[in-house]
């Protein structure tokens, strides 16, 4: 007999089923129910941002180098798992071929970002020629804790694709999985947890976004909110966000890559530096 | 009337009045719309008078717009947008920015002086700091117009559009360059509203504009109080707002924009910390907490008013900022001697004044200097509180004005916890002998600008801008034009 899986949340590094102890049922095309899925509440949103909130200090001091050697670890994990990730999209109603392309693509983003992890501030900072003595330069920080509403239509590549620059670029984050395609979003988050990805870097919620977004919108220690176009809601959600200036990023795709997912996540921070100029020394030699 | 001003020891010098001349200045009785480079009368017929709040006599009167005039305004700004301004080359565009600031530079000292007279800033920050820094802002950006592909490799940089943009008192002319200069580099065309009490230099600045031979339409400047800022945040056809003033009306701005397809930066209010450590050159450290808080009355987004001492060289440094404080004259904007001018409205003065008293009823210790201040006009004395804890409303909220709340720490981590825990995030300064502590504190402080060693320092180059509610996007420097472009 089959050993069926428990699909829960993740927040703060464990796997703890809803406080509100509901559930909702997912189904397969032909009407059979998959799994039961936690119907995440708002306690569970606040709690994740607490979980977020505090792994912040760790990832975002975490040397360039090392977290893109942990974005390859990812990708090494989820390569291993493969398997398991077709089975998922399968049963969540698409082709086999589909379904490897699909792990294939997430797989390839996350070597994508890896490799950007120790660049982009490079790329994107600048030293500014003042006219005063002063080593003036800008450089990048980022944002904070951040909320990802996964994209609805894509169950790995979709998450994969928002995610992955947001802790590139140090942010920890709190992620709403796809409402009806939610088992990879799961099943990832037990492939961060052997990543060597900190606890509390990504805390992943399932259920239903209409309820747990605009909590996360509107909660005053979130930094910033990703989206794709999600028409009404998101104007919500943008009105919400106001409080506290959340910045809210929302993508026309879902799916997209590139060094502007990186740097749409990150604050622009200008140093003025005192240079000492004593005496009359200068270097016409 | 013969000034007095304590030496450093403690002989009194006498200092004569030495007013910048008015008579070179040209100003009009009254003033239009500026639509189309063309001097446009408000539909509304509504003007209202602009004041010198040093002396509360009227200077001009302003047109009031409203709905149908910033219609006016924003339709000429697509016109000029889609028939002349994108399709220059950047180089052609460049050409004119460069002009401007070239026009604005032969009549800094005309700016200058209707900055004091309109703001009630000193001259000498007029002269030295605000029209040199604006037509600086010009130039910097004149030569970006045709480089914006080096800017964003790759991203096919592309202009937004009509850009509306709404600015505040505090640094009138240099905001509207902070503004237009990177808007037009970009390939833009503008919709500028200046805040109701200054509007005279942007209105010069039009008229400069007009000289340049600037296309019609492409930079359109409309007057007016809060409803004319709102019927351009408002408008449909305008895609990007830019707006630097209060957080308070930033959030409502960013409300009304919600679910458009409207572009914002806001760069909004700040409570910046200033962070003295004991290794500090204690006297240079003085100077820069009296350009930190002092400077433009205190009326500056990054004002240093959160001071931080370390605890041992905290008794030293307040009584040397209290004897710095007793030879700040306060008085005429347009003496070159002043160093504190008029507070720019009796609203504002009102706003500090509620307060000082909110400090003092809180149980804050107060200490204002001791001299005289003019009997007419808006004007206030430097003040600072000491015995402030982070809990008093003087340490958390932005006051606007020349009030600095004082408090101490024992270690690094202890002020870097108090210097973040703040809504704002604008900036910092850190003042210490040792650059690998500058650097610590540089990069552990949420603030969008860093100073160390020094204060309240800007330059065209320099991005600025704010982390959390402080606002989002930069201005200035090669930053600053992403938010006027369209990446792809």
């Keep these: 007999m089959e050993i069926l899986k428990t699909y829960k949340i993740y927040i703060g590094g464990s796997f703890p089923r809803t406080e509100s102890g509901r559930y909702y049922p997912l189904k397969s095309s032909r009407g059979e129910t998959i799994a039961n899925l936690c119907l995440s509440s708002r306690k569970d949103v606040r709690n994740a941002v607490v979980a977020a909130r505090k792994a912040f200090g760790t990832w975002s001091e975490k040397t360039a180098f090392n977290r893109g050697q942990i974005l390859y670890r990812i990708a090494e994990i989820l390569e291993g798992r493969k398997g398991q990730f077709f089975e998922e999209?399968?049963?969540?109603?698409?082709?086999?071929?589909?379904?490897?392309?699909?792990?294939?693509?997430?797989?390839?983003?996350?070597?994508?970002?890896?490799?950007?992890?120790?660049?982009?501030?490079?790329?994107?900072?600048?030293?500014?020629?003042?006219?005063?003595?002063?080593?003036?330069?800008?450089?990048?920080?980022?944002?904070?804790?951040?909320?990802?509403?996964?994209?609805?239509?894509?169950?790995?590549?979709?998450?994969?694709?928002?995610?992955?620059?947001?802790?590139?670029?140090?942010?920890?984050?709190?992620?709403?999985?796809?409402?009806?395609?939610?088992?990879?979003?799961?099943?990832?988050?037990?492939?961060?947890?052997?990543?060597?990805?900190?606890?509390?870097?990504?805390?992943?919620?399932?259920?239903?976004?209409?309820?747990?977004?605009?909590?996360?919108?509107?909660?005053?220690?979130?930094?910033?909110?990703?989206?794709?176009?999600?028409?009404?809601?998101?104007?919500?959600?943008?009105?919400?966000?106001?409080?506290?200036?959340?910045?809210?990023?929302?993508?026309?795709?879902?799916?997209?890559?590139?060094?502007?997912?990186?740097?749409?996540?990150?604050?622009?921070?200008?140093?003025?530096?005192?240079?000492?100029?004593?005496?009359?020394?200068?270097?016409?030699? | 009337m013969a000034k007095k001003k304590e030496s450093p020891q403690g002989t009194e010098w006498n200092y004569s009045p030495s007013p910048e001349s008015t008579t070179h200045v040209k100003l009009e009785k009254r003033y239009a719309l500026f639509i189309n480079n063309e001097w446009v009368a408000p539909s509304s017929k509504a003007y209202f008078p602009t004041l010198n709040p040093a002396n509360e006599t009227v200077i001009s009167e302003i047109a009031w717009a409203n709905d149908k005039d910033v219609d006016k305004a924003v339709r000429a700004a697509r016109k000029a947008y889609q028939e002349v301004w994108s399709k220059l080359s950047g180089a052609e565009r460049g050409k004119y920015l460069f002009r401007i600031a070239r026009m604005m530079q032969e009549k800094s000292r005309e700016l200058a002086v209707i900055e004091s007279m309109d703001c009630g800033k000193p001259i000498r920050e007029s002269r030295d700091i605000d029209i040199p820094l604006a037509c600086n802002h010009f130039f910097y950006y004149a030569g970006w117009a045709d480089k914006l592909e080096y800017a964003f490799p790759t991203k096919n940089p592309k202009p937004l559009g009509v850009a509306g943009q709404i600015i505040p008192w505090n640094f009138p002319l240099l905001m509207a360059a902070w503004k237009i200069a990177p808007a037009l580099a970009a390939g833009n065309t503008v919709v500028l509203k200046p805040a109701e009490t200054t509007s005279l230099t942007a209105l010069k600045l039009a008229e400069i504009i007009k000289e340049s031979g600037l296309p019609p339409g492409v930079v359109n400047i409309v007057t007016g109080h809060g409803d004319t800022g709102a019927a351009i945040v408002n408008h449909p056809d305008i895609d990007k707002i830019a707006f630097t003033g209060s957080t308070n009306v930033g959030k409502i701005i960013q409300r009304s924009v919600a679910g458009t397809h409207k572009k914002t930066t806001l760069e909004l209010g700040g409570k910046s910390a200033n962070i003295i450590f004991d290794d500090a050159p204690i006297d240079q450290a003085v100077e820069g907490i009296v350009n930190g808080i002092f400077f433009n009355q205190g009326h500056v987004c990054c004002a240093g008013s959160r001071l931080f001492v370390q605890e041992n060289v905290a008794e030293e440094v307040i009584r040397k900022l209290k004897h710095r404080m007793e030879s700040l004259y306060v008085g005429d904007p347009l003496d070159k001697n002043t160093d504190i001018g008029a507070i720019n409205s009796k609203e504002q003065l009102d706003t500090i004044n509620r307060y000082i008293k909110i400090g003092i009823e809180e149980g804050a210790e107060i200490h204002q200097s001791q001299c005289a201040i003019p009997s007419q006009g808006f004007f206030c004395r430097p003040t600072l509180f000491i015995g402030v804890s982070q809990s008093h409303t003087i340490a958390q909220e932005e006051i606007f004005g020349p009030v600095l709340s004082i408090q101490t720490f024992r270690t690094v981590d202890e002020v870097i916890q108090k210097a973040n825990n703040t809504p704002y995030g604008l900036a910092a300064g850190v003042w210490t002998d040792k650059g690998s502590r500058i650097f610590n504190l540089t990069t552990q402080l949420k603030a969008g600008v860093v100073w160390a060693n020094t204060y309240n320092k800007f330059d065209p180059v320099s991005p600025f801008g704010g982390y959390k509610e402080s606002g989002f996007g930069r201005e200035g420097g090669l930053h600053g034009l992403g938010a006027y472009l369209k990446l792809s």
């Design chain 1, 89 to 285: 999209l399968i049963k969540q109603g698409i082709g086999r071929k589909a379904a490897e392309k699909e792990v294939q693509a997430s797989i390839d983003c996350l070597v994508y970002y890896a490799g950007w992890a120790d660049k982009y501030v490079a790329v994107a900072s600048s030293v500014n020629p003042v006219s005063s003595n002063h080593f003036n330069f800008s450089t990048l920080e980022p944002m904070g804790v951040v909320g990802i509403i996964a994209p609805q239509e894509s169950s790995l590549l979709g998450l994969v694709s928002m995610l992955i620059p947001a802790l590139c670029g140090g942010n920890t984050a709190i992620v709403l999985a796809s409402e009806n395609l939610p088992l990879c979003a799961v099943t990832f988050a037990e492939v961060l947890h052997a990543s060597d990805v900190p606890g509390g870097v990504v805390n992943l919620l399932t259920g239903s976004i209409h309820e747990t977004a605009p909590v996360l919108a509107a909660h005053m220690d979130v930094n910033a909110l990703v989206s794709e176009d999600i028409g009404e809601l998101g104007k919500s959600l943008s009105i919400a966000c106001v409080d506290n200036l959340k910045r809210y990023i929302q993508y026309s795709s879902g799916i997209t890559q590139g060094l502007q997912e990186i740097i749409e996540l990150q604050e622009v921070k200008t140093t003025w530096h005192p240079i000492e100029k004593i005496g009359g020394a200068t270097s016409t030699y």
